[in-house]
């Protein structure tokens, strides 16, 4: 897909390529690769799986989605400047091949999740007097 062929996010064709092509864009990030490889180490096939699921019942509204989203992030050690770099990737990937109502509402929940961990982590580490 390219700039020239955007359209909108309406299959799970769609939801992998988006995926994929994020995730192999973290991968390879000097902020991110590092802490994503660490903790998911040879389960990338897994964790994409999961990814799939978890964008397909968001954006498509196919529920094959079950469980939490934040729990396995809770002890990462991340920051807001990774929640930033996340989102730039995460914006850029959708920027490339996609548009409209559904990529937005992508864009939208893609940041408010970001919100919600940051937030939380935060949390956590405050009631643990952690500093990272």
């Keep these: 897909m390219n700039m020239v062929d955007r359209k ?10 988006l995926v994929d092509t994020f995730y192999g864009k973290v991968r390879e990030d000097d902020l991110l690769a590092d802490i994503f490889n660490e ?3 040879d389960r990338w096939p897994q964790h994409l799986q999961k990814m799939y699921t978890f964008w397909q019942t968001l954006l498509l509204n196919e529920h094959t989605y079950f ?15 990774h929640f930033d770099r996340w989102l730039k990737l995460f914006f850029e990937t959708l920027e490339e091949s996609f548009e409209g109502p559904v990529t937005e ?12 961990f940051q937030y939380k982590i935060e949390l956590i580490r405050e009631r643990q007097g952690q500093d990272y």
């Design 105 to 116: 509402e992508a864009r939208w929940r893609a940041n408010r999740m970001a919100e919600m």
């Design 39 to 41: 903790r998911i180490q």
């Design 67 to 81: 469980g939490g989203p934040f729990p396995p992030h809770a002890t990462l050690p991340v920051e807001k400047p």
């Design 8 to 17: 909108d996010i309406s299959t799970l064709e769609d939801v992998i390529w």
